[in-house]
């Protein structure tokens, strides 16, 4: 399974476009890209899946390159309820590869008035 | 909507009791997670079952058991409860995709919060 790396935390203010930035050098070809948020206290949701290019929903926009050795979510004019941590992982394939998800150590964000 | 039920969301219990900890989804899902989540750590699987009976272990397996005897439910066991082990634990669940198809994402319960005194 692919492993990521993402910024411990970053800071923004209300109103900002806040982009998070995830390395999965070792993605394979059948490996999806999936954002997850989590507020304190509670189970991580999920907020948006790619496989390349850009994806946007009503939440954010998932930017892949060609080479999809990164991506990066974007979350366009943050508020304070936007204060989560957010999970990047790659993988859950395939049916026939399994569902393993592998969750790294996330980004904490913190949105400031 | 799916939805994914833990038994309790606080629980204390004491070193050396066997603790079950369940879970039960409502949308027929294949595959179903425990994960532990400490402060520093992120979530951290424990193990992971793909169909019933079947398990895998994640990263941190050591001192715990799984078991799916029915496709809903999925319990973690702690056959000895130890300090080391009071954490926030989650249970999540997804549906294997089809042929040619994807998995989709996991959808988490509320968590379990354990304390071992």
């Known amino acids: 399974l692919a492993k990521t790396t993402q910024p411990i935390s970053m800071d923004s203010y209300e109103g900002q476009e806040v982009n998070i930035t995830c390395s999965h050098n070792?993605?394979?070809?059948?490996?999806?890209i999936t954002w997850y948020q989590q507020f304190p206290s509670q189970g991580p949701r999920f907020i948006i899946q790619?496989?390349?290019t850009k994806v946007t929903n009503e939440v954010a926009s998932l930017f892949i390159p060609a080479d999809r050795k990164s991506s990066t979510l974007s979350l366009p004019r943050v508020s304070l309820s936007d204060t989560a941590v957010y999970y990047c992982?790659?993988?859950?394939?395939?049916?026939?590869?399994?569902?393993?998800?592998?969750f790294g150590q996330g980004t904490e964000l913190s949105v400031k008035p | 909507d799916v939805k994914v039920t833990q038994s309790s969301r606080y629980l204390v219990k004491r070193t050396g009791e066997k603790v079950f900890l369940e879970c039960v989804q409502d949308m027929d899902h294949e595959n179903m997670f425990w994960y532990r989540q400490d402060p520093g750590l992120g979530l951290r699987l424990i193990y992971f079952?793909?169909?019933?009976?079947?398990?895998e272990k994640g990263d941190i397996p050591e001192g715990y058991s799984v078991s799916r005897e029915k496709k809903e439910r999925f319990s973690l066991i702690l056959e000895s409860a130890s300090t080391n082990q009071t954490s926030m634990y989650l249970c999540?669940?997804?549906?294997?995709?089809?042929?040619?198809?994807?998995?989709?994402?996991?959808?988490f319960g509320q968590g379990t919060r354990l304390t071992v005194v």
């Open positions: 070792n993605i394979a070809t059948n490996d999806y």
């Open positions: 992982l790659v993988g859950a394939g395939f049916y026939n590869q399994g569902g393993k998800l592998i």
């Open positions: 790619g496989y390349k």
């Open positions: 999540a669940s997804s549906l294997t995709g089809r042929q040619g198809t994807r998995n989709t994402e996991a959808f």
């Open positions: 079952s793909y169909d019933v009976k079947m398990k």
